[in-house]
């Protein structure tokens, strides 16, 4: 099943996404999920980011051959760091390049999305607190990261979180490839079995260090391949069975 959250005259609402048409939903997606009657096409609705997080976690070098092209070492635990909410930008709307940097660069990344509270789970009880997953675009300020002594003020600029289109709930992240273009072009071309943790695992960390809520967002990491884009340009963000992430830049 695949959720959405979508504007419509001026409401945002919840919805599940059935061919090509949204139906719209009475309750949030951590309710029973029931249909109202009404449905729309996406002609008629603009999509939202799929949550609204209180937090948005992200977990770096959890790829050993992106660790290796930026020049940093796998850690022996997760790297945890974090993206603030208002990062975030929905599928077709724009990133737009502070003058801060010189070097903005995109970053596939499968996130999942916390489906009810968790605090101190296992690994093997991970699953029943995962909603679904969605696509991120872990966009960065590369040059920024590295003047910095910390990677908060790089990972966090405004519009620096494309998160979406929707979140699909049947994905299963084994073996699931992981693509990103700028202008059709593919830059970063890689697999989920790349990872060094799983999204399981991962969940089940975080939740070990800190609360998580309904609808928070953790990001599990980035392929090799990361490359700069500009004004202009269109950066498109694909995982295989749920979809893709498009947006243009400013």
């Known amino acids: 099943m695949r959720l959405a959250r979508f504007s419509l005259d001026g409401q945002v609402h919840n919805g599940v996404v059935e061919s090509d048409r ?5 309750g949030s997606f951590f309710d029973a999920v029931e249909k109202t009657g009404h ?37 022996d635990e997760p790297l945890m760091f974090f993206k603030p909410p208002s990062s975030l930008i929905a599928t077709g709307e724009k990133i737009v390049i502070p003058p801060q940097t010189k070097k903005a660069e995109l970053e596939v990344e499968l996130a999942l999305v916390v489906g009810k509270k968790a605090k101190n789970i296992s690994e093997a009880d991970a699953k029943s607190y995962i909603l679904g997953y969605t696509i991120a675009n872990d966009v960065t300020a590369r040059d920024v990261q590295f003047s910095d002594l910390q990677w908060a003020r790089s990972k ?22 992981l693509i990103s273009r700028v202008n059709g072009e593919v830059r970063q071309s890689g697999n989920t079995q790349e990872m060094i943790a799983s999204p399981e695992a991962l969940i089940a960390y975080v939740s070990q260090n800190l609360t998580l809520f309904p609808g928070d967002v953790i990001l599990t990491g980035s392929p090799a391949g990361i490359s700069g884009f500009q004004s202009g340009d269109l950066v498109e963000c694909e995982i295989e069975g749920i979809g893709t992430l498009s947006n243009p830049v400013a």
Do not use: M, R, Y
């Open 39 to 75: 449905s729309f096409s996406f002609a008629e609705v603009t999509l939202l980011t799929p949550v609204e997080p209180s937090k948005v976690i992200c977990i770096g070098l959890n790829f050993k051959d992106h660790a290796a092209e930026i020049g940093q070492n796998p850690q």
């Open 156 to 177: 966090g600029f405004d519009t620096f979180g494309p998160l979406g289109p929707w979140i699909e709930t049947d994905f299963q992240p084994a073996n699931k490839k």
């Open 22 to 26: 949204i139906h719209q939903l009475a």
